[in-house]
């Protein structure tokens, strides 16, 4: 039972456009978001989050949105530039059994063509 | 550089044996995470510590274990080795082990089991 869905394993995108990462969700008791970024033979790296009272986050070339009605949310990376060519990775938290659960997606490979 | 350490960064062995995974969390960081990721799969929870302290069990298996130390480093000891236990192993740290804690993590260890 996937809670945290990414259905795009893999994303193209031309460089200096918007890319955009999608993450849908089915637990509405998740109250926190996160995207993180990884590189190949690295760990992944914290990028955005996004609580479940708000519907946007802003951090310079990076947004995140929250549909909590539709359960969706997503990522905007703009202009998207070659080094954002990385595995996007959405994970959404909540308070279950006394402590903070993270559930995972399964990762959107993004390629950012020159 | 995510202030994660993790030891050794490749390992190979051979079915039925043991093997201990080693982790340094971030300097100041109190809760200590294992993944597991399996051929470009997404990210599955292992377990958790908090100061010593167990706090969340994921999928983990029986022949499977982890410890914090009172220096709060952690190993992973993962027994009776089979094929498919061949994955990336990251460890992650946070400050605080809360959904609004990011996560910090190393470069993993990358076993073969053969």
């Known amino acids: 039972d996937q809670q945290v869905k990414q259905n795009s394993p893999s994303l193209s995108v031309q460089e200096g456009r918007i890319s955009i990462l999608n993450c849908d969700y089915t637990n509405s008791m998740f109250d926190y978001f996160l995207w993180y970024k990884k590189y190949p033979a690295e760990g992944p790296t914290f990028l955005i989050s996004i609580s479940s009272i708000k519907d946007k986050n802003e951090d310079g070339r990076f947004t995140v949105f929250l549909n909590k009605s539709a359960k969706h949310l997503s990522l905007h990376i703009v202009p998207s530039q070659p080094g954002d060519s990385a595995v996007y990775f959405c994970?959404?938290?909540?308070?279950?059994?006394?402590?903070?659960?993270?559930?995972w997606g399964a990762g959107t490979k993004l390629i950012i063509k020159p | 550089d995510s202030g994660v350490t993790q030891t050794p960064k490749h390992l190979i062995t051979a079915t039925g044996q043991r093997v201990t995974l080693r982790c340094s969390p971030r300097?100041?960081?109190?809760?200590v995470y294992w993944y597991q990721q399996s051929l470009d799969q997404g990210l599955q929870f292992l377990i958790q510590?908090?100061?010593?302290?167990?706090?969340a069990k994921g999928n983990i298996l029986e022949r499977f274990s982890a410890q914090q130390f009172p220096d709060l480093h952690s190993e992973l000891n993962l027994s009776s080795l089979e094929l498919g236990d061949s994955a990336l192993y990251f460890c992650?740290?946070?400050?605080?082990?809360?959904?609004?804690?990011?996560?910090?993590f190393g470069n993993g260890t990358r076993l073969t089991v053969t």
């Open positions: 992650a740290s946070s400050v605080t082990g809360e959904a609004n804690s990011p996560l910090h």
């Open positions: 994970a959404a938290s909540s308070f279950m059994d006394s402590n903070y659960q993270l559930i």
């Open positions: 300097s100041g960081d109190l809760s």
């Open positions: 510590y908090y100061n010593g302290e167990e706090r």
